[in-house]
């Protein structure tokens, strides 16, 4: 049997999580969690249900940062004018995840606590230098999102412990891109993704992988020859990216495949940079 809990506060919800029965999920837009449990991945267990506690919702900038909730919904990102003009790339990752009815549902705190290293929000977030903030209900912390993602489905989440937001610099004048291969353009995972965020040519620049190594991975020769030389690094930064990526082969795709074609999205990402803002 599921138990479904709707706290309304931080406070209520931890009290629950300590009084009711193990194993506990957190349940935002149940767009993987109900997916497991109709598989029969879930058992008998104890959800609750974070869509009632507002302190988990809303895109603020704080302090030179840009804080957001991890409940926050794919679509909320795409419209949201702070994520627009702070994270394009971000609203590239979420704009492309499953159809209209996910994005409306499925949160980025979901997205990032399955430690899928296809999750779309993951690349675009390690390109803005995001950390993940965490709470138990005593201890809140905050996580560089690279120290976050631990391998292939294992995080930094302890028991009982809650994504509660993201926050990465609010940076003027970001750039930014992110494109995936998939078996379809959409209502598909990802079998390699590039995300790059930049700030002119390039004062600031990451460049980050998704699907092609147990967690998403940043590309530091890459980014060190394109810092240095700019887009005439172009060829070599496209060269050096397939070395830096550690694929494997999977029912998705193969490692050779996954390797080469991380370097032709990069040029299609940098290409799509580099002839101006895309809105
Ligand atoms: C048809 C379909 C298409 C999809 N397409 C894509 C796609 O293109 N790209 C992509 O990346 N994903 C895709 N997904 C996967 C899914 O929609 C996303 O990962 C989504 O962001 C999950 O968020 P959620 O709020 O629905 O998570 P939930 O299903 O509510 O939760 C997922 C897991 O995270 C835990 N959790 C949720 N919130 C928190 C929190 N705040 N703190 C700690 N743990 C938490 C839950 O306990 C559960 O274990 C797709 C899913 C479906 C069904």
């Known amino acids: 049997m599921i138990t479904v809990f709707r706290p309304e506060t931080p406070g209520e919800l931890f009290e629950l999580v300590k009084s009711q029965p193990a194993p506990h999920y957190f349940l935002a837009g149940g767009t993987d969690l109900l997916v497991q449990h ?44 702070l994520i627009q003009r702070y994270a394009p790339v971000l609203v590239q990752g979420a704009e492309v995840i499953g159809g209209p009815q996910i994005r409306n549902r499925g949160t980025v705190g979901g997205n990032l606590a399955n430690g899928s290293p296809a999750a779309d929000t993951a690349p ?62 959409s209502q598909a995972i990802s079998k390699v993704s590039v995300a790059v965020s930049a700030v002119g040519r390039f004062d600031y620049l990451a460049i980050a992988c998704g699907s092609v190594a147990p967690t998403v991975v940043r590309a530091p020769q890459a980014e060190a020859i394109l810092r240095e030389q700019g887009m ?10 397939r070395d830096e990526v550690k694929p494997i082969s999977d029912v998705r795709s193969t490692a050779d495949y996954r390797r080469a074609t991380t370097g032709v999205l990069l040029r299609r990402v940098l290409e799509q940079l580099d002839s101006g803002p895309r809105r």
């Open 124 to 185: 675009p977030l390690y390109t803005l230098e995001a950390e993940v903030g965490l709470s138990n209900g005593q201890r809140t912390r905050w996580l560089p999102i690279a120290d976050f993602f631990l391998h292939v489905r294992k995080t930094a989440l302890e028991p009982g412990e809650l994504i509660t937001a993201l926050r990465f610099p609010a940076r003027e004048g970001i750039q930014g891109g992110f494109m995936r291969l998939g078996q379809r353009r």
């Open 38 to 81: 109709k598989d029969g991945a879930i058992g008998p267990s104890t959800w609750f249900d974070l869509t009632a506690i507002s302190e988990l919702t809303g895109i603020r900038q704080e302090d030179g940062k840009i804080v957001l909730g991890a409940t926050t919904t794919h679509d909320e990102l795409v419209r949201s004018p």
């Open 232 to 241: 005439a690094g172009l060829e070599e930064a496209c060269r050096l990216i």
